[in-house]
């Protein structure tokens, strides 16, 4: 069994710093449950353009207030405490937190720890 605390997360390698947000991992890859869980800060009056080709993330909004523009559909997407989206199908989109955010996200397959977003707005698969 594992258990973990955000305060035994912060000021570690685990507490990942991406610009526009905050990434608190408490599950790797490492931890073998074949998901990421992790507790992430979307900076207040930031934008992020994301692509997760490699992976399928859903994601929970807990606190804040902002919105998700799907690429290609054209739909934007209030974000509130309570919201839940999954992207199921790699969707090219932004992110803006009118709000600082605090999302619960998981990702599928389990990011190893290092990633931050690349020039793509994607992580890559990192193989041990
Ligand atoms: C919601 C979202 O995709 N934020 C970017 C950071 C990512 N979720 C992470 O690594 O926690």
């Known amino acids: 069994m594992i258990v973990k ?21 408490l599950l790797l890859k490492k931890d073998g449950m074949g998901f990421s869980l992790h507790d992430t800060i979307i900076k207040e009056g930031t934008e992020t353009y994301i692509w997760y080709k490699n ?43 009118k709000k600082q955010m605090r999302m619960v996200c998981v990702f599928n397959p389990p990011v190893t720890g290092k990633e ?5 707005g994607t992580y890559p698969i990192i193989e041990d």
């Open 5 to 25: 605390n955000l305060e035994d997360i912060l000021g570690t390698e685990d507490d990942v710093d991406g610009g526009n947000w905050v990434s608190r991992r």
């Open 55 to 97: 992976h399928l993330e859903a994601v929970y909004c807990v606190e804040g207030e902002g919105e998700i523009e799907v690429l290609g559909e054209g739909k934007i997407y209030p974000i509130k405490p309570g919201t839940m989206y999954a992207l199921d199908g790699h969707e090219k989109h932004y992110l803006r937190a």
């Open 116 to 120: 931050v977003h690349d020039e793509e």
